[in-house]
């Protein structure tokens, strides 16, 4: 049985079945290119005598440096191959699924461990200062102020703000309608600065911005009247971190990280938070309990006289 027939089968499920999106569709196929071209090196084509040895093989082959014509190729990170496994793993499931293999090879296969790394937020001041830091009253400032007042409001991600739509923002600016990875909806409730800013950019500077191009449905505009990019958010962030001099410390996922912690710090319930931010598993959100349970035993620290 070739491998190659069943590896786009396996990408046409993921296609018509799960409907991922073109960006996790183009990692997957990335991902099973890399797969089969070892095993074809192994002298294995057929997806009936894959062995779970050989997956972990292939696992090991990903973690060394390989010396070969061309320039030696470096090790993947722990991280990366545990993403190249789990879309190996997702394939032998799916085949053993359509009862095209007897067992599933890869089951037997585990992923790397992974370091738990803590997400990066600022201080409560620090993004006081970081939205403080756009001002003025032309048509890019209040853009600008209502995007990242939006980010900070809502922890979408970036790619959930620029992909927002007018009519997203609903009761008059109360709550918004995200559309996360997998296309998965969420409302979310907007605090009543982002409510301010959004409603300001809306009267004030959208109407500009929209005449400059095409009619587009797109919330937030780029000077020439298109859907912002996360390029172009990207670069409003960079802005006015550089202004509230805070550029070395933030990135358009530094909202979403302090969005979550400072909820948390406040005593929001972890649940709550898992699905204002729209993970699917609360183990995610937890690794923000990590990050104020850390500010607390540094404050701890600092301020009882027998704890040093």
Same mark, same amino acid.
């Given at each position: 049985?070739?491998?190659?027939?069943?590896?786009?089968?396996?990408?046409?499920?993921?296609?018509?079945?799960?409907?991922?999106?073109?960006?996790?569709?183009? !990692?997957?196929?990335?991902?099973?290119?890399?797969?089969?071209?070892?095993?074809?090196?192994?002298?294995?084509?057929?997806?009936?005598? /894959?062995?779970?040895?050989?997956?972990?093989? @292939?696992?090991?082959?990903?973690?060394?440096?390989?010396?070969?014509?061309?320039?030696? &190729?470096?090790?993947?990170?722990?991280?990366?191959?545990?993403?190249?496994?789990?879309?190996?793993?997702?394939?032998?499931?799916?085949?053993?699924?359509? #009862?095209?293999?007897?067992?599933?090879?890869?089951?037997?296969?585990?992923?790397?461990?992974?370091?738990?790394?803590?997400?990066?937020?600022?201080? /409560?001041?620090?993004?006081?200062?970081?939205?403080?830091?756009?001002? $003025?009253?032309?048509?890019?400032?209040?853009?600008?102020?209502?995007?990242?007042?939006?980010?900070?409001?809502?922890?979408?991600?970036?790619?959930?703000?620029?992909?927002?739509?007018?009519?997203?923002?609903?009761?008059?600016?109360?709550?918004?309608?995200?559309? +996360?990875? $997998?296309?998965?909806?969420?409302?979310?409730?907007?605090?009543?600065?982002?409510?301010?800013?959004?409603?300001?950019?809306?009267?004030?500077?959208?109407?500009?911005?929209?005449?400059? #191009?095409?009619?587009?449905? +797109?919330? @937030?505009? $780029?000077?020439? #009247?298109?859907?912002?990019?996360?390029?172009? !958010?990207?670069?409003?962030?960079?802005?006015?971190?550089?202004?509230?001099?805070?550029?070395? =410390?933030?990135?358009?996922?530094? @909202?979403? =990280? &302090? @969005?979550?912690?400072?909820?948390?710090?406040?005593?929001?319930?972890?649940?709550?938070?898992?699905?204002?931010? +729209?993970?699917?598993?609360?183990?995610?959100?937890?690794?923000?309990?990590?990050?104020? !349970?850390?500010?607390?035993?540094?404050?701890?620290?600092?301020? =009882?006289?027998?704890?040093?």
């Amino acid at each position: 049985m070739a491998l190659e027939p069943q590896v786009h089968d396996y990408l046409r499920h993921l296609t018509i079945e799960r409907g991922l999106s073109t960006n996790t569709l183009a !990692a997957y196929s990335r991902d099973l290119k890399r797969y089969t071209e070892w095993l074809e090196s192994q002298g294995v084509s057929d997806a009936r005598v /894959i062995t779970a040895a050989q997956i972990g093989q @292939f696992a090991g082959s990903l973690r060394t440096v390989d010396i070969g014509d061309d320039a030696p &190729s470096e090790p993947l990170a722990a991280s990366s191959v545990a993403r190249i496994l789990s879309s190996v793993r997702g394939l032998h499931r799916h085949l053993a699924d359509e #009862g095209a293999v007897d067992s599933d090879p890869a089951r037997e296969v585990k992923p790397p461990k992974l370091a738990s790394r803590l997400p990066k937020a600022i201080t /409560i001041d620090q993004m006081n200062t970081l939205l403080g830091a756009v001002t $003025g009253d032309d048509v890019l400032a209040l853009r600008d102020r209502a995007l990242l007042e939006m980010l900070y409001a809502t922890g979408a991600r970036v790619s959930e703000a620029v992909g927002l739509n007018v009519d997203d923002v609903m009761d008059d600016n109360e709550i918004v309608r995200l559309v +996360g990875k $997998g296309s998965k909806q969420r409302v979310v409730p907007v605090g009543s600065y982002a409510r301010e800013a959004v409603d300001a950019y809306l009267v004030r500077a959208r109407p500009a911005l929209s005449a400059r #191009g095409r009619a587009t449905p +797109g919330l @937030f505009l $780029g000077q020439r #009247g298109q859907r912002l990019s996360r390029q172009g !958010a990207w670069l409003v962030i960079q802005s006015a971190a550089r202004r509230a001099g805070l550029e070395a =410390h933030v990135s358009p996922h530094t @909202f979403r =990280h &302090s @969005f979550a912690t400072h909820l948390l710090q406040g005593g929001a319930d972890v649940r709550v938070v898992q699905d204002l931010l +729209g993970h699917s598993s609360v183990a995610t959100t937890q690794l923000y309990t990590l990050v104020t !349970a850390d500010t607390l035993r540094d404050m701890y620290v600092t301020a =009882h006289p027998r704890a040093r």
